[in-house]
Nanobody, 124 residues
């Protein structure tokens, strides 16, 4: 069983930045592609970003391209989401997730393990 723990959320003004971290347990971190998803109040959970097992390939939702960057450090078993130029519509609970059934997948159904989420609130 893979344990995922997000951190780094908080309250920030529009235009500001935050970096989220997701620490994972286990010996097989490098075997998982890692994704970030978010869910705003009253909305469906949506894909944000994913990084491949090697860290060499990434995919982003159109809404965050050019503003967010996903990276991973396999030596630290940690994935990051650097969020710049934050907008009020970025306000959501952000979740990290892991999948061993695809590489750089944007499909939530392929993710087997999920963190508890961290709240990001962007004020205008």
């Amino acid at each position: 069983q893979v344990q995922l723990v997000e951190s780094g959320g908080g309250l920030v003004q529009a235009g500001g930045s935050l970096r989220l971290s997701c620490a994972t347990s286990g010996r097989s971190f490098s075997r998982y592609a890692m994704g970030w998803f978010r869910q705003a109040p009253g909305k469906e959970r949506e894909f944000v970003a994913v990084v491949s097992r090697s860290g060499l390939s990434t995919n982003y939702a159109d809404s965050v391209k050019g503003r967010f960057t996903i990276t991973r450090d396999n030596a630290k078993n940690t994935v990051y989401l650097q969020m710049n130029s934050l907008k009020p519509e970025d306000t959501a609970v952000y979740y990290c997730a892991a999948t061993a059934r695809g590489d750089s997948s944007t499909l939530q159904g392929l993710y087997d393990y999920w963190g508890q989420g961290t709240q990001v609130t962007v004020s205008s």
